[in-house]
């Protein structure tokens, strides 16, 4: 059994629920009561994953973009993950933001049967999708697995066809289109990087977390997926980066649901120049991992 301390949100909820009542709040109680009290989380049949520590040099602790990469400019450290897993330890690449990887092959792959028609909406997906996803599978299930069938069998080519249509589609070339330069953009960016890991990935279970992105409401797809997916020729690994702060719920449930299917790492990116870098116990500093 482990515990983990209140959040301030739900510490937030009750000073809002006790003013509404009108009582009177001793905020100093309030406050011990925010670091002594504890809710219980079952962790029962997950296997503990040992932190990897990386040592970075951090210029702004008040900045996102303050870590020093190993190109010299300063990034986040999801970058300075990302330099780890592709510079130190060999993998063929790595992308930021792993529910963005898949979310951004599954457009590409369904985006015929995902966008409505409407150019001039800001939002492409069609209604179906977006509000009842599940029922949509349902509905498309049949299309869905012959087009994943045909993925199986030629990956480059399937994806390298969706990709022009993708690249093709209205909502991105027609000049009326309201999300012509917001959604897609991060697939256009990345556009070589995704063809490789889409030609690479399918035997590490890709085609599973594909399924998953698509019966999974848009509004809640990106809680608790990890940070990176960072891929060779022979392995897929996803990894959850962090500084000083800890495993959210939603992260370690993503984390409980997958660990028998996918390589799950978790990065600990500390300053190696700050006085409290390791903590006596030999863990990374300021805060523990919520293993």
């Not at 670091?35 to 049949?45: I, Y």
């Not at 409407?118 to 179906?128: A, G, H, I, Y």
């Not at 093709?168 to 556009?191: L, Q, V």
Request: hydrophobic share 40%.
């Amino acid at each position: 059994m482990q515990y983990f301390s209140l959040s301030s949100r739900l510490l937030a909820c009750r000073i809002a629920a006790s003013s509404n009542k009108g009582m009177e709040l001793d905020f100093e109680k309030l406050a011990l009561f925010k670091t002594t009290h504890a809710w219980r989380s079952t962790t029962e049949g997950v296997e503990v994953i040992e932190e990897q520590q990386i040592f970075a040099v951090r210029k702004n602790s008040h900045s996102r973009k303050s870590w020093v990469c190993f190109n010299g400019k300063l990034g986040t450290v999801e970058e300075v993950a990302r330099d780890h897993y592709v510079g130190t330890r060999g993998f063929r690449d790595c992308l930021i933001d792993s529910a963005c990887v898949y979310g951004g092959l599954a457009w590409m792959l369904f985006h015929d049967i995902l966008f409505h028609d409407n150019v001039r909406c800001r939002q492409p997906l069609c209604s179906l999708y977006l509000h009842t996803p599940k029922k949509f599978f349902e509905r498309y299930g049949d299309v869905i697995e012959d087009r994943l069938t045909e993925y199986r069998g030629g990956r480059s080519t399937v994806f390298a066809r969706q990709m022009l249509n993708f690249c093709s589609h209205p909502f991105f070339t027609d000049p009326e289109s309201r999300i012509a330069k917001y959604h897609g953009a991060w697939m256009m960016r990345n556009c070589s990087a995704l063809a490789d890991f889409a030609s690479m990935s399918v035997e590490h279970g890709q085609e599973e977390l594909i399924r998953e992105v698509i019966q999974t409401s848009t509004r809640g797809r990106n809680a608790g997926w990890p940070d990176l997916v960072a891929w060779s020729e022979t392995a897929l690994v996803f990894a959850e980066v962090k500084s000083t702060d800890r495993l959210s719920d939603a992260q370690y449930r993503w984390i409980a649901d997958h660990q028998g299917t996918v390589n799950i790492e978790i990065i600990r990116v500390i300053d190696g120049q700050a006085n409290n870098a390791m903590h006596p116990d030999g863990n990374s500093a300021a805060l523990h991992s919520r293993w």
